[in-house]
C-alpha cells in the first residue's frame, strides 16, 4: 500500500460526458501528479500540482483539467470524454519539489468510455 | 526533452534464471534515473533509483541495476528470478534541478515460467 489513494476504482461512462477521479496523497505529501496509461501512449505525465500551485504540465489535453485542494487531495476533470480517452489514470505523490524525491503512485483509476 | 528506450517489449525466462531488462535514454542534461514494477492490476511500485554516487544501485526484492553513463544505459538485473516477479517493469528518468515529472519507457512484460 503506496498510500495515496484514489477514487473511484473503476468507471464507465459514455462519449461526452464529464467525469471528475479523485486522489488523496500521502499524509505529509505536497507534490501531486497525474498520469495516464494507455496501450498506445504508455504512461504519459498530464499535470502536476505542489502546494495547491500547478508546477508542471505535460500532455494533457485542454478537455482535462485538474486542481489541488487545501487539504492537498487533488481532482482531475476531464469532459467531453472521447473513446480514445479509455484509459488507467494514475495519481501519484511525493514530499518535495525535487527531482530527487521518491514519487508514490496510487493503483489507478480505471475509465473506459462506451 | 528526455526520452527512455525499453529494448524489449517481453522476456520470458525459467524460475531461478537469471535476467536482464534493457534500458537506455536520451537527454541533454544530466537525470536521475529509476526502475518501477507494476503487478497486474496494481500500482507502479519502485524498484530502485539512482541520483548519484555508486554507479550500482541494489533495490528491492534482490535486484540491482548499473548506470552507465557512456552508454546512456540503465539495465536492471537479477541472479535469480521468481514466479512471483511476473510483472511488468517501467524503466524512467527525470531531470536533475527540474520537476520530478518521469518520463517513462514503454516497459517489458517480464513472464517468469515453472
Known amino acids: 500500500d503506496s498510500g495515496v489513494t484514489q477514487t473511484p476504482k473503476h468507471l464507465i461512462t459514455a462519449t461526452g460526458q464529464r467525469v471528475t477521479l479523485r486522489c488523496s496523497p500521502r499524509?505529509?505529501?505536497?507534490?501531486v501528479y497525474w498520469y495516464q496509461q494507455s496501450l498506445d501512449q504508455g504512461l504519459q505525465f498530464l499535470i502536476q500540482?505542489?502546494?495547491?500551485?500547478?508546477?508542471a504540465k505535460g500532455n494533457i489535453l485542454e478537455r482535462f483539467s485538474a486542481q489541488q485542494f487545501p487539504d492537498l487531495h487533488s481532482e482531475l476533470n476531464l469532459s467531453s470524454l472521447e473513446l480514445g480517452d479509455s484509459a488507467l489514470y494514475f495519481c501519484a505523490s511525493s514530499a518535495g519539489q525535487g527531482a530527487a524525491n521518491t514519487i508514490y503512485f496510487g493503483e489507478g483509476s480505471w475509465l473506459t468510455v462506451v | 526533452a528526455q526520452s527512455v528506450t525499453q529494448l524489449d517489449s517481453q522476456v520470458p525466462v525459467f524460475e531461478e534464471a537469471p535476467v536482464e531488462l534493457r534500458c537506455n535514454y536520451s537527454s541533454s542534461v544530466s537525470v536521475y534515473l529509476f526502475w518501477y514494477v507494476q503487478y497486474p492490476n496494481q500500482g507502479l511500485q519502485l524498484l530502485l533509483k539512482y541520483l548519484s554516487g555508486s554507479t550500482l544501485v541494489k533495490g528491492i526484492n534482490g535486484f540491482e541495476a548499473e548506470f552507465n553513463k557512456s552508454q546512456t544505459s540503465f539495465h536492471l538485473r537479477k541472479p535469480s528470478v521468481h514466479i512471483s516477479d511476473t510483472a511488468e517493469y517501467f524503466c524512467?528518468?527525470?531531470?536533475?534541478?527540474?520537476?520530478?515529472?518521469?518520463?517513462f519507457g514503454k516497459g517489458t512484460k517480464l513472464t517468469v515460467n515453472p
Open positions: 524512467a528518468v527525470s531531470r536533475r534541478g527540474g520537476s520530478e515529472k518521469l518520463v
Open positions: 500540482y505542489y502546494n495547491g500551485e500547478e508546477r
Open positions: 499524509s505529509g505529501d505536497l507534490s
